[in-house]
Nanobody
Framework: QVQLVESGGGLVQAGGSLRLSCAASTSTFSDYHMAWFRQAPGTEREFVAALRRTGPIQFYADSVKARFTISRDNVKSTAYLQMNSLKPEDTAVYYC???????????????????WGQGTQVTVSS
């Protein structure tokens, strides 16, 4: 079992930037597919971005393409989400997710990920 801890959330004005971090407590970080999801009040948790363990192919939700970038540092066992040009509709709790194993499963499906962080709040003011 791997533990994931997100950080980097906060309050930012529209048009601003934040970088979220997800620290993973595992010695085999390179074996995990990584992803970011978000959940606003009253909504379902939705896919944001994913990075397969075989990298460097990145996947993004249409709503964040060209604005967000997912990356990973296998030496630090950390995944990142760089968020630029933030909009008020980006306001949500952002969750880091991980899945160990083979290629099977959809990168955008919440059920594809077995491990989750506690979430970090991102609030974008207009």
């Amino acid at each position: 079992q791997v533990q994931l801890v997100e950080s980097g959330g906060g309050l930012v004005q529209a048009g601003g930037s934040l970088r979220l971090s997800c620290a993973a407590s595992t010695s085999t970080f390179s074996d995990y597919h990584m992803a970011w999801f978000r959940q606003a009040p009253g909504t379902e948790r939705e896919f944001v971005a994913a990075l397969r363990r075989t990298g460097p192919i990145q996947f993004y939700a249409d709503s964040v393409k060209a604005r967000f970038t997912i990356s990973r540092d296998n030496v630090k066992s950390t995944a990142y989400l760089q968020m630029n040009s933030l909009k008020p509709e980006d306001t949500a709790v952002y969750y880091c997710a991980a899945r160990e194993g083979a290629y099977t499963g959809s990168y955008s499906s919440i059920t594809s990920y077995a491990y989750w962080g506690q979430g970090t709040q991102v609030t974008v003011s207009s």
